[in-house]
């Protein structure tokens, strides 16, 4: 397939500023644009030449010949427009939140089973250059057995606290689980100053064995460092630091003179700090990353590992977290 040609349903901020340039360099090209507000989807497709413009999604899938869909809309509509796309057996990738439910998740995995082409689902702290990386080490033989989790994810103030869990700690349970494996929670508890500033203490175990803390509220400015991510094995640990500063503490030598405080193979502590002033194609947020994944996958029809047949167990972990708080 030498042109992947793609259809795009959801012309809004996200499309227009973080998604569509992630497909400058892959083989793909979008043939046509949907959006349901007209001055909105003028703007989107005058802006990246696309001649083919529709209201209704339904219309689009009908009348274009296409190899894919990406829709960038909101949960509802991402679960209507996959439902609609696995039906004609085009392939599709939908932004977070994938869907409403579990439930909702369970049937586009099903029927993505039965059509032939897949879903892939926009978690873009999988594809970032930084949490890839943590995984990597996290993962290898000398890391050893994961034994603790501890994460941080800060805000600013949400449009309410019901959008903040679904929309903002949806990706920190997703994560736990890319880095992690499968995970129970065992506690939550919030604290409440208004419904737009809340923090969530959330507690979990990894089906492996570890344990986990999960602190996330929308109580900062968005100006300060949001994140932290820290993984201890056994003798080891790992630490992200805002997504650009990776520090990975390996086993040690002791060092109490400095004919011993040398640097060894296999041993003292490795670091990847992003050059802000480096200017770079891949953003580190992985969006780049995401896209490009989905095209390729796309292109050598095979299906990514974020399906919803994956993230039907983020949206199980979200349902009950919900629970919990209720």
Known sequence: MDTIKIGWVGCG?????????????????????????????????????????YADYVKMLDKEALDAVICVINADMHYEVAKACLLKGVCVFVEKTPCRTAAQAEELAALQEKSGAFAMTGFNRRHAVGYAMLKRIADSDEFGRKTMYLAKYNASGYKSEEFYIFNHIVHHLDLARFLLGEITL?????????????????????????????????????????????????????????????????????????????????????????????????????????????????????????????????MRVLEHLRAMLQ
């Open 186 to 314: 065992t506690h939550a508890d919030r604290v409440w100053v208004s419904d737009r500033q809340v923090g969530f203490h959330i507690s979990f175990r990894s089906d492996a064995g570890a344990i986990g803390t999960l602190q996330s509220g929308s109580l900062q400015y968005i100006e300060y460092p949001m994140e932290r991510v820290e993984i201890t094995g056994v003798g080891t640990n790992a630490i992200l630091d805002n997504m650009k500063r990776l520090e990975y503490n390996r086993p040690t030598t002791k060092k109490r003179n400095t004919a011993e405080a040398l640097l060894r193979d296999g041993f003292d502590t490795l670091s990847w700090n992003h050059n802000h002033g480096n200017l770079i194609e891949n953003d580190l947020n992985g969006f780049k990353d995401e896209i490009e994944t989905f095209v390729e996958c796309v292109r050598e029809n095979k299906a990514p590992a974020e399906t919803f047949a994956d993230s039907v167990h983020t």
């Open 13 to 53: 901020y996200h499309s227009y500023n973080l998604l569509f340039d992630c497909l400058r360099n892959t083989p793909a090209r979008v043939v046509a644009a949907c959006d349901a507000d007209p001055a909105r989807l003028a703007l989107f497709a005058g802006r990246y030449n696309i001649a083919a413009q």
